[in-house]
């Protein structure tokens, strides 16, 4: 139902709605600044950049005041942490754009990411776009060398496959973009774990097609050890069974998403 081929999608530099880009940060001290750095720096003329501090305990929200004379930056600090899904919800509510790009503050991009996430979006069956996100710290240990390795095949072409065939389920919470009236209709972003996979699927349901765009070029931190990237893929596989098998088990209906899409 969802299945759509898509033609070889070309850059189209007079396609430029209003985009506001979305900051989530906790304890980021070192990071943040440079990602919304990068996120200033790019080639399309953003002018809406929501940053929230999300009850940090270190020097997140004092790096961030580099930002504060601005006008494209909105800085918000809550007091008391509300998780990942609470700040975004926080920014979406500030934001003004058509088009919502949500970002990890540990990110950094190509010049031109933006710009060629938003050129899928030209199509009105798609509802949202997940970027290629490749791992800038490969060469400090062994852990993130194979994860490096990991993220070239399921991402860079897993996902490129999966966004053919009209069954990708995800957009990375690192680098995706939305369609603001698709956001809204969901509710956008629920608390907890998954949120990335959880919305990306109310979204779905709304019968809306997921791109995957690998010219738009994310760049993130992955775990060094093998003990932080166990934490982190038990609660990554903890969320898919939740999103799924449980919350979204409506998802393997061959009825309502097609029987590609199932298998």
Known sequence: LLFKWPRKVLMDRSYEPRVSVLVP????????AKTVRSVLEQDYPIKEVVVVDDGSQDSTWDSLQVFSGDPRVKLVRNATRGGKASALQTA???ATGEIIVSVDSDSTFDRDAVRWLVQYLRDPDVGGVSGNIKVRNRTKSLATWFQAAEYAIAIAT???????LGWLT?????FGAYRREAL?????????????????????????????APEAVCL?????SWRV????????????????LRKHVGILN???FGLRNSV
């Open 184 to 212: 809204e209709a969901v509710g956008a972003w629920d608390p907890g774990i998954g949120d990335d996979s959880n919305v990306t699927i109310k979204v779905r349901k709304r019968r809306q097609r997921i791109a995957f």
């Open 158 to 164: 897993g996902r490129r496959v999966s966004g053919y």
């Open 220 to 224: 993130t931190d992955v775990p060094e």
């Open 170 to 174: 995800v957009i990375s919470g690192a």
């Open 229 to 244: 990237l166990w934490r982190q893929r038990r609660r990554w596989d903890k969320s898919g069974f939740r999103n799924r």
């Open 92 to 94: 979406l509510k500030l």
């Open 25 to 32: 940060a906790h304890n980021e001290a070192e990071s943040a």
């Open 254 to 256: 061959p009825f309502v």
